[in-house]
């Protein structure tokens, strides 16, 4: 894709790739061709269709790796089959919690986590940015939710539960069962004590004076080599992008309001491209006042 010049060819092709990812299932190493490919292709392409469709195909990795933790239709159910335990299993909170951050990991060592951080900031495209905020926007819900925050870990998950079945004085032998049973305590007669540290999540992250969006990954940005345009190269977004982890992602996501990002660089992109085309038309009028030859009219 790399090597062909007309876009719609591109296009088309990254759609292919995503329908052969969604309708079959492939080795792991032809799956890390394509992720790699959409990579490069999603931060690099000239075209702005072709990188939404490369987005899109990252949309479907994203589907997969959640509905491989157990998700349906956007929500987690109370019971599941683990493929691992080879057994159906409850899924509380904390459960939800763990497999969310499993997928995050999983997604962030194939870089799609950076891609669309690094699209979200797409200067040239507004339809590319509006893609990635699409997606975004649904993982942030997903965040506030089931209460993910970026200083949550695998190790961490339990900790809360593992707190209630030690002061529930229960032996080792009962440690699993008085677990989900502190869960169902929880859901049912706890509920109060549980928006409140929802409530606390929330404003753990919004209380801070001044909220940057984008804090984790410009600084890492700015710390790059940037070209004599003042702007980043698609070498150096494609390596920001690999960078970009689970916890980073989570920071950039949750303390920022998507509509209101993606509207403010609309705006601007909008404000820019009606100044530049009111500079032309000046310059027209003024090469016609002059009277110069039509050369310097076609020029313009």
């Given at each position: 894709?790399?090597?062909?010049?007309?876009?719609?060819?591109?296009?088309?092709?990254v759609?292919?790739v995503?329908e052969?990812?969604?309708?079959r299932?492939?080795?792991?190493?032809?799956?890390?061709?394509?992720?790699?490919?959409?990579c490069?292709?999603a931060?690099?392409?000239?075209?702005?269709?072709?990188?939404?469709?490369?987005?899109?195909?990252?949309?479907?990795?994203?589907?997969?790796?959640?509905?491989?933790?157990?998700?349906?239709?956007?929500?987690?159910?109370?019971?599941?089959?683990?493929?691992?335990?080879?057994?159906i299993?409850?899924?509380?909170e904390?459960?939800?919690?763990?497999?969310?951050l499993?997928?995050?990991?999983?997604?962030?060592?194939?870089?799609?986590l950076?891609?669309?951080?690094?699209?979200?900031?797409?200067?040239?495209?507004?339809?590319?940015?509006?893609?990635?905020?699409?997606?975004?926007?649904?993982?942030k819900?997903?965040?506030?939710t089931?209460?993910?925050?970026?200083?949550c870990?695998?190790?961490?998950?339990y900790?809360?539960?593992d707190?209630?079945?030690?002061?529930?004085?229960?032996?080792?032998?009962?440690?699993?069962?008085?677990r989900?049973?502190?869960?169902?305590?929880?859901?049912?007669?706890?509920?109060?004590?549980?928006?409140?540290?929802?409530?606390?999540?929330?404003?753990?992250?919004?209380?801070?004076?001044?909220?940057n969006?984008?804090?984790?990954?410009?600084?890492?940005?700015?710390?790059?080599?940037?070209?004599?345009?003042g702007?980043?190269?698609?070498?150096?977004?494609?390596?920001?992008?690999?960078?970009?982890?689970r916890?980073?992602?989570?920071?950039?996501?949750?303390?920022?309001?998507?509509?209101?990002?993606?509207?403010?660089?609309?705006?601007?992109?909008?404000?820019?491209?009606?100044?530049?085309?009111?500079?032309?038309?000046?310059?027209?009028?003024?090469?016609?006042?002059?009277?110069?030859?039509?050369?310097?009219?076609?020029?313009?």
């Open positions: 894709m790399t090597n062909e010049s007309e876009a719609i060819v591109r296009r088309e092709a759609m292919l995503k052969l990812y969604v309708q299932k492939w080795p792991r190493s032809t799956v890390n061709e394509m992720t790699q490919a959409m490069v292709v931060i690099s392409d000239l075209d702005w269709e072709v990188k939404v469709n490369a987005i899109l195909f990252w949309k479907e990795v994203i589907k997969s790796h959640f509905c491989d933790q157990g998700m349906l239709d956007g929500t987690f159910p109370t019971h599941t089959f683990s493929k691992e335990h080879r057994k299993v409850s899924l509380d904390q459960e939800i919690r763990k497999r969310i499993k997928a995050l990991d999983e997604l962030a060592n194939r870089s799609c950076g891609v669309l951080l690094v699209t979200l900031e797409d200067e040239s495209d507004f339809q590319v940015r509006k893609a990635s905020g699409d997606i975004v926007k649904r993982l819900q997903s965040f506030v089931y209460k993910i925050s970026p200083s870990s695998m190790e961490t998950a900790r809360n539960q707190r209630i079945t030690t002061s529930g004085n229960s032996s080792p032998d009962n440690n699993s069962l008085s989900w049973s502190a869960d169902l305590q929880s859901e049912t007669g706890e509920s109060e004590d549980n928006q409140e540290l929802q409530a606390n999540l929330i404003n753990s992250f919004t209380d801070a004076k001044e909220v969006f984008f804090s984790p990954v410009n600084e890492g940005m700015h710390q790059m080599s940037i070209n004599a345009n702007k980043l190269t698609n070498e150096e977004k494609l390596e920001r992008a690999s960078k970009v982890g916890n980073e992602f989570i920071q950039s996501v949750v303390t920022c309001d998507v509509d209101s990002f993606i509207n403010e660089k609309s705006n601007s992109l909008e404000k820019m491209c009606t100044s530049n085309f009111e500079s032309v038309v000046r310059d027209i009028i003024i090469a016609h006042n002059e009277g110069n030859n039509t050369t310097d009219m076609n020029c313009h």
